[in-house]
């Protein structure tokens, strides 16, 4: 099987690096051709397949550096998609500025300019089509790095779900090596789990008998005498990975330097807590928000006469919510329950038929539309478009006590989606893993990452998961 993986690896390479110079270099005599149905005098076409061949070794040469052929460029679509648009629009960069020195040339900025949207429409399209043959092909078990799993570990079960559920990853587990088997938790009971198949003091001579394996998956640091035997007594190399465990571990920005040789680990600030950082993420907020609000007036009309009608009450809901700093705040909403729905309760998660909604609130709620009227919120500096989703006092105050780190998720504004919701985790989900992943976003901020959710977050609404809780 190792063999096999590599073989398709080798593929995938060979045939990305064919079709990304076939659509580039075609690209330019399609331009030209549709440039030349409307009157003008343009150089001959030869003049612009030799500044495609220039756009060509100029893509190759930055795609490559940018790691556009590596497979961990592969794993995530919308990473792939923005290193190959980058790429083209760096690499037609090149041909401007080659074009601009030679002063006896004036070639056409429309046929630039088409051959750089062809360009890129094109190569999403063959990358679309790459990436389905290979999941297709993981899906069929072709090409799967077999994984030995080494010690207990409580993220263990989410592992597992996550290679069986995302067999386009390339990874297999077959094995689990531990003193004790591992018994899953109730969610997970119907997954795949690998057998055990050596304990802690015999796992080193299970891999003699065992080609197949490529990669040993640590649940806590391997001991140094592990390492030895790994570096010295075996014949055969393996790439080793800690899986680590932890929310010190996993959401902490770290920096590798070094003091005249000493190599140090740094502790960096979150991004947001830069003057210019904050400064860009509020300047995308305000756009973003009055383009939503003047763009979207004519359904914030629509839903208001859909409330009102629906029930008595007010047209908006409000609510207390702590967002940056711990600072409360009022979040608006579009009314989606009756006006006593809290009398007399403590607050609670709402459920899948919560007999409270009015029947256009269950719209409201399957729709996410009752989110809308948080842009105002955005406008006026309460929240964010993107970040960690606010709580209400009651839970912060509960939160806080139960996971460690709660609080850093008010280290920046909160927002109308995030990092968490686009993977899932919102509403009556895990606050561990939710704080997990908000945590991330804290300390791996960036004006792009910003971009990237919000485009997620529109795709997923589009097929009906969008942002709210």
């Known amino acids: 099987m190792k063999g096999q993986h590599l073989s398709l690896d080798h593929l995938w390479v060979l045939l990305a690096v064919f079709t990304d110079g076939?659509?580039?270099?075609?690209?330019?005599?399609?331009?030209?051709?549709i440039r030349s149905w409307m009157p003008h005098a343009l150089w001959p076409l030869d003049v612009y397949m030799g500044f495609g061949i220039l756009s060509l070794g100029c893509y190759w040469g930055v795609a490559w550096s940018l790691g556009s052929y590596r497979q961990d460029r592969r794993l995530a679509a919308v990473d792939e998609w923005l290193t190959a648009l980058t790429s083209v629009g760096l690499s037609m960069g090149?041909?401007?500025?080659?074009?601009?020195?030679?002063?006896?040339?004036?070639?056409?900025?429309?046929?630039?300019?088409?051959?750089?949207?062809?360009?890129?429409?094109?190569?999403?399209?063959?990358?679309?089509?790459?990436?389905?043959?290979?999941?297709?092909?993981?899906?069929r078990?072709?090409?799967?790095?077999?994984?030995?799993?080494?010690?207990?570990?409580?993220?263990?079960?989410?592992?597992?779900?996550?290679?069986?559920?995302?067999?386009?990853?390339?990874?297999?587990?077959?094995?689990?090596?531990?003193?004790?088997?591992?018994?899953?938790?109730?969610?997970?009971?119907d997954l795949p789990f690998p057998p055990l198949v050596a304990n802690l003091q015999t796992w080193l001579d299970y891999l003699k008998n065992h080609p197949t394996i490529s990669e040993i998956w640590f649940g806590e640091p391997p001991s140094p005498a592990d390492?030895?035997?790994?570096?010295?007594?075996?014949?055969?190399?393996?790439?080793?990975?800690?899986?680590?465990?932890?929310?010190?571990?996993?959401?902490?920005?770290?920096?590798?330097?070094?003091?005249?040789?000493?190599?140090?680990?740094?502790?960096?600030?979150?991004?947001?807590?830069?003057?210019?950082?904050?400064?860009?993420?509020?300047?995308?907020?305000?756009?973003?928000?009055?383009?939503?609000?003047?763009?979207?007036?004519?359904?914030?009309?629509?839903?208001?006469?859909?409330?009102?009608?629906?029930?008595?009450g007010p047209i908006f809901y409000t609510q207390e919510r702590v967002s940056l700093d711990g600072e409360s705040f009022w979040i608006?909403?579009?009314?989606?329950?009756?006006?006593?729905?809290?009398?007399?309760?403590?607050p609670g998660w709402t459920t899948a038929d919560d007999p409270r909604r009015t029947r256009f609130g269950r719209f409201l709620r399957a729709t996410n539309l009752d989110e809308l009227p948080q842009l105002w919120n955005v406008l006026i500096g309460?929240?964010?478009?993107?970040?960690?989703?606010?709580e209400r006092p009651y839970f912060v105050?509960?939160?806080?006590?139960?996971?460690?780190?709660?609080?850093?998720?008010?280290?920046?504004?909160?927002?109308?989606t995030g990092w968490a919701q686009i993977h899932g985790w919102r509403g009556d989900t895990s606050i561990a893993r939710r704080t997990q992943y908000d945590l991330y976003y804290v300390q791996h901020w960036s004006l792009l990452l910003d971009l990237r959710i919000l485009a997620l977050t529109l795709w997923h609404g589009i097929r009906g998961r969008i942002m709210g809780t």
Not at 22 to 33: E, I, N, R
Not at 281 to 306: C, E, N, T, Y
């Open 94 to 139: 090149l041909v401007l500025a080659a074009a601009f020195f030679i002063r006896s040339l004036s070639l056409s900025r429309l046929v630039i300019a088409y051959a750089t949207l062809l360009a890129s429409g094109g190569i999403l399209g063959t990358r679309g089509l790459w990436r389905y043959w290979l999941y297709r092909c993981r899906q």
């Open 22 to 33: 076939l659509v580039v270099l075609s690209a330019w005599p399609l331009a030209y051709g």
């Open 382 to 390: 309460d929240m964010s478009l993107v970040g960690p989703r606010p």
């Open 332 to 346: 608006y909403k579009f009314r989606s329950m009756r006006v006593d729905a809290e009398a007399n309760q403590q």
């Open 141 to 189: 078990g072709m090409g799967l790095k077999d994984i030995l799993w080494v010690g207990h570990h409580p993220v263990f079960a989410d592992v597992v779900d996550r290679l069986y559920h995302c067999p386009q990853l390339g990874f297999r587990l077959v094995g689990h090596v531990a003193d004790s088997p591992f018994v899953p938790p109730p969610d997970y009971q």
């Open 227 to 312: 390492l030895l035997y790994l570096q010295y007594q075996s014949s055969r190399s393996y790439r080793l990975r800690v899986v680590p465990h932890g929310l010190g571990i996993v959401t902490t920005h770290l920096t590798l330097s070094s003091l005249d040789g000493i190599p140090m680990l740094t502790l960096e600030d979150p991004p947001l807590r830069h003057p210019f950082n904050r400064w860009q993420k509020r300047l995308l907020d305000i756009i973003g928000s009055l383009m939503g609000l003047v763009i979207l007036s004519p359904l914030f009309l629509v839903l208001a006469i859909g409330v009102k009608l629906s029930s008595p």
């Open 397 to 416: 105050a509960q939160f806080r006590q139960q996971f460690p780190r709660y609080l850093d998720r008010h280290l920046v504004k909160s927002g109308i």
